[in-house]
């Protein structure tokens, strides 16, 4: 899976996607990132200088804030895309609150559908509309709230879908999803003392008995 980030803010994004499963899984080739920034699509000059660079103008019809221009971002997805293939199988992500909610069935689709994906991250007062009409774009939320930016949201799908991927969590039965899992888990010692108060492992889960223990993690998830 190759993932490709459009990003005016690249830094933003390494120190979580270059750390723990995700760097093991890059390191291994299972997956890839790559960045484009828009504002090296801006111009040819060698030494550009910040106005050169710069991607964001006033909205037409006014209103506060930026809005980041259109062909920029084209490019960079013109440059994400590459040369076409018959193996290549391109999802582009746009992202907005008002897209559809993302959930583990999405990223599951996308993880067997695609080879890769492409994420549009924006900032400001976004990006211009017309984007979405050079490209088809699936648009979608992580969320009923509004972010500073779509870089979190891209950390957040592909952190979600790379743990979908054969060899990325090492052993794919980790999957929660796939199993009988509760939201509370212990490891040893069985008893933890803190201020006078003991703290004790559920015995059930002492038990060895995993028939009861599957029926004791349901309970927990149906609290």
């Known amino acids: 899976m190759k993932y490709h980030i459009i990003t005016l803010f690249p830094d933003s994004l390494t120190s979580y996607l270059n750390e723990s499963i995700l760097k093991r899984a890059q390191e291994e080739k299972i997956i890839e990132i790559k960045f484009y920034n828009p504002r090296d699509f801006t111009t040819t000059k060698k030494n550009p200088s910040y106005a050169d660079r710069r991607v964001d103008d006033k909205p037409y019809g006014g209103g506060p804030g930026m809005v980041i221009e259109a062909l920029p971002v084209i490019k960079a997805i013109e440059k994400a895309i590459g040369k076409k293939s ?15 909610q993302f959930d583990t069935i999405q990223a599951k689709d ?6 890769d994906i492409i994420f549009i991250c924006g900032r400001y007062e976004g990006i211009d509309a017309r984007v979405k009409k050079a490209f088809k774009v699936e648009e979608v939320s992580v969320g009923p709230f509004v972010l500073t930016g779509g870089e979190l949201p891209a950390m957040i799908l592909i952190d979600t879908i790379s743990r979908q991927i054969k060899g990325v969590l090492g052993d794919h039965a980790s999957l929660e999803e796939n199993r009988i899992a509760s939201p509370d888990v212990y490891t040893r010692p069985e008893v933890v003392e803190y201020k006078g108060k003991k703290y004790r492992v559920p015995k059930v889960l002492l038990s060895g008995n995993h028939k009861l223990i599957d029926e004791w993690r349901n309970k927990q998830n149906n609290k």
């Not at 018959?86 to 559809?100: A, D, H, L, R, Y």
């Not at 996308?110 to 080879?115: F, I, L, Q």
């Open 110 to 115: 996308y993880a067997e559908k695609y080879t």
């Open 86 to 100: 018959s193996k290549k199988k391109v999802k582009t992500i746009w992202f907005t609150p008002s897209g559809k």
